[in-house]
């Protein structure tokens, strides 16, 4: 409907009022859509022993166009509570994206401990991208590269030769090692400052 609107207004044809009134009931639409979205997938429970099952209620959500799924081992543990919530927070942003733009057919969330350290991976089987420069400039990346390196870990997006988009999150032992170290020194300010930063 904007489209024509656009078209009429460059033909200089008469425009109704009730096509820009039915644009804006649209945008609004649109925006308590994302609103309510968010909503419903806010949690500021998530800690390490709540992980795994934050995740597989994110998959189950019944509002994604996109089946999601999630692949973890039952013996995966995580420690660290600020890390656990980072990771929860990375794979909301990458599945939410997925679903707006991939134009996939299912979406992966895949958690697991390597002998190097820990990988979060949302993995979907849709257009993928030509240009990962490009899709760098958007705010989600800049988002979840953030969250990632709050936890002293790296973000990466590529393209599977398969087809599709993958975000990978990584978190070295070292730096789970690290704020181990960190925590136990810091006692109660150190898990005010993880709340916190859970929060953002």
């Given at each position: ?68 799924r999630l692949e973890v081992k039952p013996s995966f543990q995580i420690e660290d509570d600020m ?12 599945v939410i994206n997925a679903n707006k733009h991939a134009q996939a057919r299912e979406i992966v ?65 070292k730096a789970l090692q690290s704020r181990k170290k960190e925590n136990a020194r810091s006692g ?13």
């Amino acid at each position: 409907m904007a489209r024509s609107v656009a078209l009429r207004l460059k033909n200089h044809r008469v425009i109704e009022v009730s096509d820009i009134e039915k644009i804006a009931q649209l945008v609004n639409q649109g925006a308590s859509d994302m609103r309510n979205l968010s909503r419903a997938l806010h949690r500021s429970d998530i800690d390490a022993p709540r992980l795994t099952g934050a995740l597989q209620d994110l998959v189950d959500r019944e509002i994604w166009r996109v089946p999601c799924r999630l692949e973890v081992k039952p013996s995966f543990q995580i420690e660290d509570d600020m890390a656990a919530a980072q990771l929860y927070r990375i794979a909301r942003e990458a599945v939410i994206n997925a679903n707006k733009h991939a134009q996939a057919r299912e979406i992966v969330v895949g958690l697991e401990r390597s002998p190097g350290g820990m990988v979060l991976r949302v993995t979907d089987d849709g257009v993928g991208f030509s240009n990962g420069a490009e899709l760098r400039q958007g705010l989600g990346f800049h988002i979840m590269n953030y969250r990632a390196q709050l936890m002293g870990g790296r973000l990466e997006i590529d393209s599977p030769k398969r087809g599709g988009t993958r975000v990978s999150c990584y978190l070295p032992n070292k730096a789970l090692q690290s704020r181990k170290k960190e925590n136990a020194r810091s006692g109660l300010p150190g898990k005010i400052a993880n709340a916190l930063a859970a929060l953002i």
